[in-house]
């Protein structure tokens, strides 16, 4: 089992940034891809960018790319997600997941564990 918990979420005008934290513990290792996702009101749950545990082979979404950073402390088991130039549509529930995979992909169906979510929104 993996329990994972988020923190970092806020409150922050367009332009600002954020730095996401998850935290993970049970069995995790170098074989488990980690990622963030978000989910607006309304909207299903989308990629945002996923990376594999020992901090290799990144992929993000479209959305995202030249303004997020995703990134991995293996010894500490925290993943990191870096907003920068953020903008209203990233406003959202953020969650931490992570699953066991031969490749990191941002679709959400391929994840099994989950956090509880960190809010963000992103005011004009």
């Known amino acids: 089992q993996v329990q994972l918990v988020e923190s970092g979420g806020g409150s922050v005008q367009a332009g600002g940034s954020l730095r996401l934290s998850c935290a993970a513990s049970?069995?995790?290792?170098?074989?488990?891809?980690m990622g963030w996702f978000r989910q607006a009101p309304g909207k299903e749950r989308e990629g945002v960018a996923t990376?594999?545990?020992?901090?290799?082979?990144?992929a993000y979404a479209d959305s995202v790319k030249g303004r997020f950073t995703i990134s991995t402390d293996y010894g500490k088991k925290t993943l990191y997600l870096q907003m920068n130039s953020l903008k209203p549509e990233d406003t959202g529930m953020y969650y931490c997941?992570?699953?066991?995979?031969?490749?990191?992909?941002?679709?959400?169906?391929?994840?099994?564990?989950w956090g509880q979510g960190t809010q963000v929104t992103v005011s004009s």
């Open positions: 049970g069995y995790i290792d170098f074989t488990y891809c």
């Open positions: 990376i594999r545990f020992i901090g290799t082979s990144s």
């Open positions: 997941a992570a699953e066991r995979l031969s490749r990191c992909t941002v679709v959400a169906g391929d994840f099994g564990y």
